[in-house]
């Protein structure tokens, strides 16, 4: 079976840095494009960055000059450094792969269960 277990979240600071993680663990052919999204309450659920299988990355426009994706292919785990948080940057940040499992011939989108990243004074 597969998962993406989350890690890194919690209370900071305005101008504080978090750096969150998530590891994908399993029967894993194919490890593919990555994500981080973020849902903050009462709000839907939005794309914060990207990074393919190669190392491209995208950012929402929110987010770019303060957070920085990245990906250890070796060690199956994405990375987010935020920093320069703000009181908006507070939301449930959510871990997302696309990865192909040994035995399928395809691959599925996959979530991790969320963790709590709170920026209060």
């Known amino acids: 079976q597969v998962q993406l277990v989350e890690s890194g979240g919690g209370l900071v600071q305005p101008g504080g840095s978090l750096r969150l993680s998530c590891v994908a663990s399993?029967?894993?052919?194919?490890?593919?494009?990555m994500g981080w999204y973020r849902q903050a309450p009462g709000k839907q659920r939005e794309l914060v960055a990207t990074?393919?299988?190669?190392?491209?990355?995208n950012y929402a426009d929110s987010v770019k000059g303060r957070f920085t994706i990245s990906r250890d292919n070796a060690k199956n785990t994405m990375y987010l450094q935020m920093n320069s948080l703000r009181l908006e940057d507070t939301a449930v940040y959510y871990c997302?792969?696309?990865?192909?499992?040994?035995?399928?011939?395809?691959?599925?989108?996959?979530w991790g269960q969320g963790t709590q990243v709170t920026v209060s004074s």
């Open positions: 997302n792969a696309n990865l192909r499992p040994v035995g399928e011939h395809v691959a599925y989108p996959y």
């Open positions: 399993g029967s894993i052919f194919g490890l593919y494009s």
């Open positions: 990074v393919t299988h190669v190392g491209s990355t």
